[in-house]
């Protein structure tokens, strides 16, 4: 039987609550680096991109049931379909090989991502389902809840309906007004500043930082004779700590944050070989930072972007006016394009070309994984893999390894992030499907637009025959 209709959430007022602005900056307009927090980079508007304000929207105003912050209901007026339900019927567990982009195009992203956007959600001392992540809706749930219901004939998870899902925080624009409708929150700076490599706050870039060489160095662990991420004291070998605190998310992630601070050491020791101790650690630190967040702008404008866009896109020039905040739509749905991307067996390399016998698949591997760093072959063969094997096409393919085993554990579920995306999609009150193809379009076509999809046999142009079979009505 299919049930699983998403209920909406009833308005209640006393539990919501914006986030209230970060402080104000005072900038030095004579200061040589980026700040921490993003604050200063644009003298005109010292707040622009300062980690904990709020996102922009592409697409206009968020598309809310009640104008203010329920989630859409279907055209039909019912409540939309559960998430849960659409991934299941519309994604397909197969593997299409993308052979002009290495896995490490996939990893790339991800660790962009986590220099640019990072979306706080409530915390609540109650989940929404009574078993934790997941299990049944728990009786008079926070109105912060948006739990994806699961259809009694899942084919992956059973006695269970509700999997666990808290909605966004939302605060004031820039001026410390409130918009009308929700308008989420980047916890991190909107800049690609290298801020996943040394942190969005003062506090947290000293605490990285290891000042007794005077080099101007990245806090590091030695340990089975590598130099790896520092960890965070008296806990364990392999709690690796870095300017962003998904850095044990999947191991892969964990490598390229390796990969980073060694390159930050290796610049400053460059830096301090020709300069010597006639400048300060401050002074080596800051300008290996500079040299690193250039590197990193680099590669993702003429190396990543070309393979994720293609070579024609122009970048727009630098405008003082512009307000630099990342798009709703790009951090809640967009740029999650990504996760299509992922495979599950992720095959490592030795030297010599043979296969590792390191290789790991990826539902085996999340925010436990990270041990694998400590084996001293693990991250030349990582990321000898992630240049050897294709990542996975963009497309409605995706790794059952994040469509059901998201974060499992030995004695705990894994989630289906396919359908946590699109539930956040609805938290974030963006557009519908066809609206958003619309308005993406007019943006695109400087010329009258195609007219809009009416059926699902008119999205035949961009949809593969299978996804429009499987997305009739009556199927969902
Ligand atoms: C194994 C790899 C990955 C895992 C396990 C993973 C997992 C996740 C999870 C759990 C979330 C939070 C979902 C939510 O609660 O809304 C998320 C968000 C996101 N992911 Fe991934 N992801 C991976 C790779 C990628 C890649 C390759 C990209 C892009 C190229 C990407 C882009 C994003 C974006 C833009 C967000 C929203 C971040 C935010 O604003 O909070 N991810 N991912």
Redesign the pocket.
Known sequence: MRVAKTDTQEEDASVRQATPLPAAPTCDPTYRYRTFDGTCNNLNSPRFGQAGTIFQRLMGPATYANDLSAIRLAKSGNPLPSTRLVSTTVTVNSSVFDYDAALIT?????F???D??????FTLTVGCCDGGRFGNVTANPNAECLHIPIPSDDPVYSNVNCMN?IR?TYGPRLDGTMPPRRQQI??ITHWIDGSQIYGNDNSTAQTLRDKSSGKGLLAFSIQNGQILLPTSPSTCAECFMAGDN?VR??P??TVMHTLWLREHNRVAKALYARFGSSRSDEFYYQEARRIVIAEFQHITYTEYLPV?LGPEIPVPPFDTRSNPA?FNE???A??????S??RSFIKLFEADGSASNQSFF?GNS?LTGAYRLLNPRFIDNALRGQLLIPAQSVDECFAP??TSQ??RTTTALG?D?VA??M??GR?HGLPPYVRARQIAMEILQPYPPPPPPMTFDDLAPTHSPEVIFLSYPGRI
Request: zero cysteines; hydrophobic letters at 50%.
């Open positions: 996939m990893q790339w992203g991800q962009m991502d986590h640019l956007t990072q979306t706080p959600q899902m966004s980047n916890a998904r998310e999947q892969l992630l994720i990342i790009f951090a809640a967009a740029f999650r394009m990504g996760h991307q992922l990826l999340f390894d994040v998201l974060f989630a992030l946590i995306n539930q956040r938290d």
